[in-house]
T-cell receptor, first 113, second 112 residues
Framework: EPEVTQTPSHQVTQMGQEVILRCVPISNHLYFYWYRQILGQKVEFLVSFYNNEISEKSEIFDDQFSVERPDGSNFTLKIRSTKLEDSAMYFC???????????FGPGTRLTVT | KQEVTQIPAALSVPEGENLVLNCSFTDSAIYNLQWFRQDPGKGLTSLLLIQSSQREQTSGRLNASLDKSSGRSTLYIAASQPGDSATYLCAVCPYGNNRLAFGKGNQVVVIP
């Protein structure tokens, strides 16, 4: 069964460094998303992406964040200058169409020291 | 802003008992509602999706109901097993956008 994959599974970085989290959505899906979950808190929406541009973003998704689909399969989330409070589990998801079931990847645990 | 609440936050049941997990949301203008399972430190596994026009959805031992007008959904797990121990998350997709709004989850322990 097709699934969303994410790499790396765990990333440790120092404050102020740039990180890129990678995702491969399900191949025939058109909508891609990033969410994050800070330990002990709710899963929060960050951004959605369709037709090579951002379709929605939350207040969390400020200028430090960017997303890109560099080729036909990968979808990336870049954090330009990491802060301690960026430590969280980051989930990528995809859906076939708008308003449809979203399928989540296994997540990347980001630890900022 | 859509707010999603799940009650109870945690529960323990003996193996074989039926589980009833509740989710409430504040805005009834939704596309759909999804129930997910999350194991500790792991990703989210989609269990059931209920479209806004549906009243319930079933998959094996799982049954989810939706009462959109009152802003409630219930997940029933029949004849619980130790392998059902996990956190169950409810997420609502608001009408007009794709940003899922999640509850904090129901943490379930099934005691053998």
């Amino acid at each position: 069964e097709p699934e969303v994959t994410q790499t790396p599974s765990h990333q440790v970085t120092q404050m102020g460094q740039e990180v890129i989290l990678r995702c491969v959505p399900i191949s025939n899906h058109l909508y891609f998303y990033w969410y994050r979950q800070i330990l002990g808190q709710k899963v929060e929406f960050l951004v959605s992406f369709y037709n090579n541009e951002i379709s929605e973003k939350s207040e969390i998704f400020d200028d430090q964040f960017s997303v890109e689909r560099p080729d036909g399969s990968n979808f990336t989330l870049k954090i330009r200058s990491t802060k301690l409070e960026d430590s969280a589990m980051y989930f990528c998801a995809s859906s076939e169409l708008t308003g449809r079931e979203q399928y989540f990847g296994p997540g990347t645990r980001l630890t900022v020291t | 802003k859509q707010e999603v609440t799940q009650i109870p936050a945690a529960l323990s049941v003996p193996e074989g008992e039926n589980l009833v997990l509740n989710c409430s949301f504040t805005d009834s203008a939704i596309y759909n509602l999804q129930w997910f399972r999350q194991d500790p430190g792991k990703g989210l596994t989609s269990l059931l999706l209920i479209q806004s026009s549906q009243r319930e959805q079933t998959s094996g031992r799982l049954n989810a109901s939706l009462d959109k007008s009152s802003g409630r959904s219930t997940l029933y797990i029949a004849a619980s097993q130790p392998g059902d121990s996990a956190t169950y998350l409810c997420a609502v997709c608001p009408y007009g956008n794709n940003r899922l709004a999640f509850g904090k989850g129901n943490q379930v322990v099934v005691i053998p």
